[in-house]
């Protein structure tokens, strides 16, 4: 599917304190999605996530009454999968060391053009909804349905399957660790290292035994294709 395509499926909830670049980018941009929703600072930005739904949401850092951070961290805790793309002028290690605990899904540095931003939201959306990623061994994991296909066979994901793939297909090549992968499936709670060694066992099995390896104390991992 091309990116144009699934773009036109996708409502953006885009939060920007300057009203010349807020106004530029809906401009720019709206015709490219389904919808374009615009919010002037972190407050107007939560309230409308809260009415509405939204496949996706492009926040500044820096803002009066509620920032881009603390605005990304109220929306997880109510969705731990949505993508959120950070706007940033800044590289300090502290701020983009929250952004990771958090689940900042991207961060892109200021200045940018729209043409930046539409390749980084097209960029997300292919893997989070429009498309397929190869898992090796001939096999694919599609994002949208949540399946895994061998061959003819279909495996369907629950969603923590689905969440705990997508994370590490996210890093694929790293570790991710076990802090990350309980603050990501387990956010309410309930967390175990037998819960997530099931887990595993699981995907192993609708996958492929080799494909997820254990870095014992550390995380786990997918192996490089």
């Given at each position: 599917?091309?990116?144009?395509?699934?773009?036109?499926?996708?409502?953006?909830?885009?939060?920007?304190?300057?009203?010349?670049?807020?106004?530029?980018?809906?401009?720019?941009?709206?015709?490219?999605?389904?919808?374009?929703?615009?919010?002037?600072?972190?407050?107007?930005?939560?309230?409308?996530?809260?009415?509405?739904?939204?496949?996706?949401?492009?926040?500044?850092?820096?803002?009066?009454?509620?920032?881009?951070?603390?605005?990304?961290?109220?929306?997880?805790e109510s969705s731990k999968?949505?993508?959120?793309?950070?706007?940033?002028?800044?590289?300090?290690?502290?701020r983009l060391f929250r952004?990771?605990?958090?689940?900042?899904?991207?961060?892109?540095?200021?200045?940018?053009?729209?043409?930046?931003?539409?390749?980084?939201?097209?960029?997300?959306?292919?893997?989070?909804?429009?498309?397929?990623?190869?898992?090796?061994?001939?096999?694919?994991?599609?994002?949208?349905?949540?399946?895994?296909?061998?061959?003819?066979?279909?495996?369907?994901?629950?969603?923590?399957?689905?969440?705990?793939?997508?994370?590490?297909?996210?890093?694929?090549?790293e570790i991710v660790t076990?802090?990350?992968?309980?603050?990501?499936?387990?956010?309410?709670?309930?967390?175990?290292?037998?819960?997530?060694?099931?887990?595993?066992?699981?995907?192993?099995?609708?996958?492929?035994?080799?494909?997820?390896?254990?870095?014992?104390?550390?995380?786990?991992?997918?192996?490089?294709?």
């Amino acid at each position: 599917m091309e990116c144009r395509e699934i773009l036109k499926e996708l409502a953006i909830l885009y939060v920007e304190d300057e009203e010349a670049i807020r106004e530029l980018l809906q401009e720019v941009l709206e015709e490219d999605f389904k919808r374009f929703d615009v919010a002037e600072d972190g407050i107007e930005g939560l309230k409308k996530f809260r009415e509405q739904r939204y496949d996706m949401v492009i926040t500044d850092i820096e803002m009066p009454r509620l920032g881009g951070l603390d605005l990304a961290e109220e929306i997880r805790e109510s969705s731990k999968e949505i993508p959120i793309i950070l706007l940033t002028a800044y590289s300090e290690k502290e701020r983009l060391f929250r952004a990771i605990d958090i689940g900042i899904t991207k961060y892109l540095l200021k200045p940018f053009t729209p043409e930046k931003l539409l390749d980084v939201i097209c960029q997300i959306a292919k893997e989070r909804y429009g498309g397929t990623v190869q898992l090796g061994e001939g096999m694919t994991y599609n994002f949208r349905t949540k399946q895994i296909k061998k061959g003819e066979e279909l495996e369907q994901l629950t969603k923590k399957e689905a969440l705990l793939l997508e994370l590490l297909l996210k890093r694929r090549g790293e570790i991710v660790t076990l802090d990350e992968i309980e603050r990501t499936i387990w956010a309410d709670g309930g967390y175990s290292e037998n819960a997530l060694r099931a887990l595993v066992k699981r995907v192993r099995k609708k996958s492929a035994k080799e494909l997820i390896k254990n870095f014992p104390a550390l995380g786990y991992g997918l192996q490089k294709m």
